[in-house]
């Protein structure tokens, strides 16, 4: 057996390797491990780029979800190998963790999921083809299942650089389906383009007619994103805040604004990967905020006696991107998105400190704004422990004492207990009368509940619908929530299936939200959706849930005389009905919440929540799939 053959076979047992236990390299075989498959691809591209070589990267989601990536950088080099005899590429798609990913590539993340490898998308692809534009000549390689098919071909001549790798993700792997979703596509690429400034990004939906096509080009990087992500909002500062440097070897980007909002978003990212556990980068530029906003208000006698701007204060309305580049970066953290380098916390900020404390000097319009808006902060939070106090002495949020129009039901057993929450009276009193009140509890609400996207915790905690929640699910609230302490590990939204039903959900969505996102992560908030229409011919009933579903209902009965009623809201439904198309456990549907995408659910909230009606419009007419992102 010659060299070649051993290390062949060697080779073959590490993607072999991959095959059997695919989640050990892209976490999962569900949809997050689909698209994993792409981000693998592109990372390599954008490497391409960040080395200074590629400037604009294409992805293209082809008919039969096949995707495709092209970039325009020096091509993958192609020369002969003197000891294998097989051209240098081979090794990007065959060998695990080949292409110097834990060595001499400088932008490359050493733990978890990140930078596992060309050879693992191989590996799980039905078959996979590159093609390489360099030397003037064009080369093609084929891989079935991980496995080379032929030689690298040589062919034609060109003078264009780079490489375009086109791969379908293996059905045998992938079980539950090989179907990518072009907004989760699409929103993952306009992020890199906002995060690796100038860099072009372009992405196409080729499996739809006419096909859809997005390029992102920010020539201002992360001031275009918080730009973005501030769009709608008012603003207490015009001018974003900016900082671009690059000190040991680490660049470190940083962009922020305040608007007039209560919440905090500060998003941070090391080599562009999330880091949503935060780490060094973010305590760097926490503290540098802390100080030298703290020292501006001090020195320009901005403060009351008894005045004190605590860390929270400064962050309150924050919109801010921290974005650092580090050669040897160390994730720490349950999900291994923390970033440990000890050194990086005083290096941002050192350098961002620099720069937030200029920008203070020679805008001292924008820094009286800034200053004002943290005192107002100050404030709030002493008026909101006054409240919370005050509510708490009453103990309306850690016992079921006061008037709630609760009909609890009789288990004891959260795993077990389901709550609903019924939009007005009269649906509350047929969902009391039809629900099964063994495990189903139901908390009817009046009317609009309080939009907590535009009012502070104080405010939300003297909202009698709002109180009666917090009391119903027993778990507290923000910081002092306790998801251990749920009583209902389903709650159900059951709204109208009109526009204030729709309103109505969202607004408890955004409660959920902000207040108690836990429970949207541990799976526990679920959408119900009632019946649009009722068909009757002699004894014979059946419910449509959709248009569509009663069309098809009508072209299949066509012998029928149909009686058909449209449900204006769950009022007009009695007991027996409501309990039979929206509450039997055997029969309804109830859609889970789910938010995977932190940043694009804060936009959506303030687009959906916000005081600007123009944005809102803009919004649901140029993005009905977004919804897609809220999955209701
Ligand atoms: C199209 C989809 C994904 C890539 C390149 C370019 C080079 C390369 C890739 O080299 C071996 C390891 C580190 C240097 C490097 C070309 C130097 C000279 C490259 C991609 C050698 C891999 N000429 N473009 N790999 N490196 N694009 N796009 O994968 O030390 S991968």
């Not at 000890?342 to 961002?352: A, C, G, K």
Request: proline letters at 3%.
């Amino acid at each position: 057996m010659g060299q070649y053959d051993a290390k062949s076979i060697e080779l073959l047992e590490g993607l072999e390797h991959v095959r059997i236990r695919p989640g050990m390299y892209i976490g999962s075989t569900g949809p997050m491990g689909l698209h994993h498959l792409v981000w693998e691809i592109v990372d390599n591209s954008i490497d391409e780029a960040l080395a200074g070589f590629a400037t604009h990267i294409e992805v293209e989601v082809l008919p039969d979800d096949v995707i495709s990536v092209t970039d325009n950088g020096r091509g993958m080099p192609v020369d002969i190998h003197p000891k294998t005899g097989r051209p240098a590429v081979e090794a990007i798609f065959t060998v695990l963790n080949a292409g110097g990913k834990f060595n001499n590539n400088t932008y490359k993340t050493s733990g978890g999921l990140h930078g596992v490898g060309a050879s693992v998308v191989n590996a799980l692809s039905e078959w996979l083809k590159v093609k390489i534009f360099r030397n003037g000549k064009i080369y093609e390689e084929e891989y079935h299942r991980g496995k080379v098919v032929g030689d690298l071909k040589e062919y034609g001549e060109s003078d264009h650089t780079g490489s375009c790798v086109t791969f379908k993700a293996d059905h045998e792997i992938f079980k539950e389906g090989t179907e990518y979703n072009f907004e989760t596509l699409r929103n993952r690429i306009q992020q890199l383009a906002f995060l690796n400034k100038g860099l072009k990004m372009t992405i196409r939906d080729k499996r739809v007619e006419p096909m859809v096509e997005h390029v992102y080009q920010y020539e201002g990087g992360l001031v275009e994103y918080i730009n973005y992500l501030n769009e709608g909002k008012e603003l207490t500062n015009q001018t974003v805040i900016y900082c671009d440097k690059e000190v040991d070897n680490i660049t470190i980007e940083i962009a922020m604004q305040y608007n007039t909002n209560y919440t905090t978003n500060i998003y941070s990212f090391t080599n562009n990967i999330k880091t949503t556990e935060g780490g060094m980068h973010e305590d760097g530029f926490k503290l540098a905020l802390t100080r030298v906003i703290g020292n501006y208000a001090k020195s320009h006698d901005m403060l009351k006696k008894d005045e004190q701007l605590t860390g929270d204060d400064m962050r309150e309305g924050l919109t801010a991107i921290v974005s650092i580049k580090h050669p040897t970066p160390q994730f720490e953290g349950q999900t291994k998105t923390k970033l440990g380098n000890v050194e990086v916390r005083s290096i941002v900020s050192q350098t961002f400190g620099d720069v937030l404390e200029e920008f203070l000097q020679e805008n001292p319009a924008e820094a009286k704004a800034i200053v004002d808006k943290c005192i107002l902060a100050a404030n709030a939070r002493v008026a909101a422990r006054k409240a919370k106090e005050a509510t708490r002495r009453k103990s309306p949020l850690d016992s079921l004492g006061f008037a709630s129009k609760l009909a609890d039901c009789r288990s004891k057993d959260p795993a077990k207990s389901e709550l609903y929450i019924v939009e007005g009276d009269s649906a509350g009193g047929s969902a009391k009368d039809g629900r099964e009140s063994e495990y189903q509890a139901i908390l009817p609400l009046r009317g609009k509940v309080l939009n907590v996207q535009k009012a502070r915790l104080d405010k939300a905690l003297a909202n009698k619908e709002i109180l009666s929640l917090i009391q119903a699910i027993g778990a507290g609230i923000g910081d002092d929530f306790d998801i251990s302490k749920a009583r209902y590990h389903k709650v159900v939204i059951m709204t109208d299936a009109d526009v204030d039903g729709d309103h109505i959900c969202i607004l408890l969505l955004t409660f959920f939200y902000r207040y108690m996102p836990k429970l949207i992560d541990a799976g526990y908030i679920y959408v119900a959706k009632p019946p649009l229409y009722k068909a009757e011919y002699g004894k014979t009933v059946k419910y449509c849930y959709s248009d569509q579903e009663l069309e098809n209902y009508k072209i299949e009965q066509q012998g029928h005389k149909l009686a058909i009623q449209r449900y204006k809201g769950l009022g007009e439904m009695d007991a027996e009905q409501l309990w039979e198309t929206t509450m039997d456990p055997s029969v309804r549907t109830l859609t889970q919440v789910q938010l995977d995408d932190a940043i694009l659910a804060d936009k959506m909230f303030e687009m959906l929540m916000g005081d600007e009606v123009e944005p809102r419009k803009k919004f649901i007419q140029d993005n009905a799939q977004y919804a897609s992102n809220i999955d209701i």
